[in-house]
């Protein structure tokens, strides 16, 4: 807050006195220091007195205790008057209120002030009477007085509040976007208050939008309410509104992005209101603020997923939990969440040391009381882990630590093997050695029919993991349940389309798009992160538990969403740019392979995926051979023994598809000799 010194109130003065024609800026004139505002108000009940004087002394009344001869020289019981007041301005603090933001709060203040100060008087007055003989006052006086006191300085706060109100809505008419609010409900009209107070003002609210259509004769604060009879963007531009501001806590996902596509189409802003039931500081908060655009997130073709919140807390309550890869993207928001419920211990273990930093200091920011330790380490080192595993005795393990990006991996198969598949493997021996109740590997939509070397590595992963599950599950000397998640791309997550489209949308573009038809299925961070805790929660071993994620989008449609959402013309104002598609990039993902069947559970948004069953010795060898390979980085040798292991990886867009053609050749060849 800015309080002003003498010099700044000589500035403030100098302004005032300067030709009528230049305009007084008042958002430069700070406010004004407490004592200031008190000599205002002590002027004002001396005016006020002055006043009662005036009054009294043109009534006939012989025996006036306030004459004319008090009027301009201060009497002892004008004084005392004064005094009074001013003491009971600082019991109630009537100082320490900013004029321009009075509210009904000051004014009852200022009158307990002043009736304070009548009652306190009255006493005095009646005192005097008994033991001197006469009044000290004239009763009407007083009476007169504290209703002319109370009543100015009232009045002289409303009226700067109204004046200080004038000049900013005035001042931002300019740059004031004309809304209307669609939804009647107790949101609605909380958010509705809060724009009519908020100073300066952003919004110019000209009316509501009822889908029901039954309080259309009604209003509210005023404004009509409209039926919602035609289109949104029809109702917009009859009204002469430029922006709808989505209130209505009913709305469904479908009517939000009917709502959306029409006034983006028809080039009308759209801002999402906050739900104030959800908000947990409702008083302090302010809700204007809280308006934003209509964020591609919110966008997402299905309705949000309602997950078991009590299965989640019984698996991670007082349970010490690790997370690997736990400052990335995934793995913090899965640290957030479990911290969430309140885990005996959090492990977060990544090898990124500056964003494991930043996430501790997250958690230790927002969760004071938990035990919680951050580990720099690397998933390729067994011994590291073991000896982590040794320390902490993790009981469920959320394993989100991977190199995803698809044409990086591409260009370096090796590295995918080390922390894809030998990292995978490390953990999820020491967590069997070290008997963790629960294993959750984090995986992707792209090792189903993989097209590239990222989702074959995911992939050989999933089948360590399967079987690994199958071959102890009924040794009683292990106990470790292995649970496999798999979904698609994470709207906002490191390496998201997202992302890269705000990046360059920022940039002034082209937003680039590998090809015109490319569909991928989406969702947020936190979804995801809440599919895998109830994955973990559900899942008994063995399990792959895919989401329902909707229907898939197209690039090139999220890309246009994106640019008529920061209020731009695709292809006009922002170009888009077809770039070819990338190495090992296909124009579709799936969740399922041909021979996998999937099995319901009790949420109707998750399945489980039946897929083919792996014998462990063969696996464990083959990956072994696999690191071998790998360590001698011979790109072309890595990748075909990923394809020995995983038959349905094709490799797309990439030099590897050379392998593909030769085993093509070699199986055609066999099949001749054996005709």
Known sequence: MKILNSRNIKEAIKQVLK???????????????????????????????????????????????????????????????????????????????????????????????????????????YSHLIFRGNNLFLIPGLFIYFAMSFSALLLFRVLVKQVFEAYFDNAAKDDQITVMI??????????????????????????????????????????????????ISVILRAYGANAIILADQSITQEERIKIVDDCLEHNFKVFRAPIVSDMEDKENVNLAKQIQNVQIEDLLEREPIVLNNKLIAKELYKRRILVTGGAGSIGSEIARQVANYKPEKLIILDQAETPLYQIQMEIKSNFPDLDFEAVVADVRYKEKLDNIFEIYKPQVVYHAAAYKHVPLMEDNPSQAIFVNVMGTKNVADVALKHKADKFVLVSTDKAVNPSNVMGASKRIAEIYVQTLQEAFKKDNRYVTNYVTTRFGNVLGSNGSVVPLFRRQLAEGGPLTITHPDIIRYFMTIPEACQLVLEAGAMGHGGEIYIFDMGEAVKIIDLAKKIIKLAGFVPNKDIEIKIIGLRPGEKLYEELLNDKSTTLPTYNEKIMIARAEMYDYDEVNNNIKELIESAAQFDKVAVVKRMKAIVPEYKSMNSSYEELDKKEKEKDTSVKLQDK
């Open 19 to 125: 030709s009528s024609k230049k305009r007084i800026d008042f958002k430069n004139i700070g406010y004004l220091p407490r004592w200031l505002i008190l000599c205002f108000d002590m002027f004002i009940c001396f005016v006020a007195w002055i006043l009662t004087s005036v009054i009294i002394d043109n009534i006939n009344i012989s025996d006036l205790s306030i004459s004319s001869q008090s009027i301009f020289g201060l009497s002892p019981s004008a004084g005392l008057i004064l005094i009074t007041n001013l003491l009971f301005f600082i019991f109630f603090r009537t100082y320490a209120g900013l004029i321009r933001h009075s509210t009904f709060v000051d004014a009852v203040k200022f009158f307990l002030a002043s009736l304070a100060t009548l009652i306190t008087l009255l006493v005095v007055n």
């Open 182 to 231: 669609y939804g009647i409900d107790s949101n609605a009209i909380a958010i509705s208050n809060a724009l009519k107070v908020e100073r300066p003002t952003r919004y110019k609210l000209i009316g509501f939008i009822d889908k029901k259509g039954k309080n259309q004769s009604k209003e509210i604060l005023g404004l009509p309410i409209i039926h919602l009879k035609r289109k």
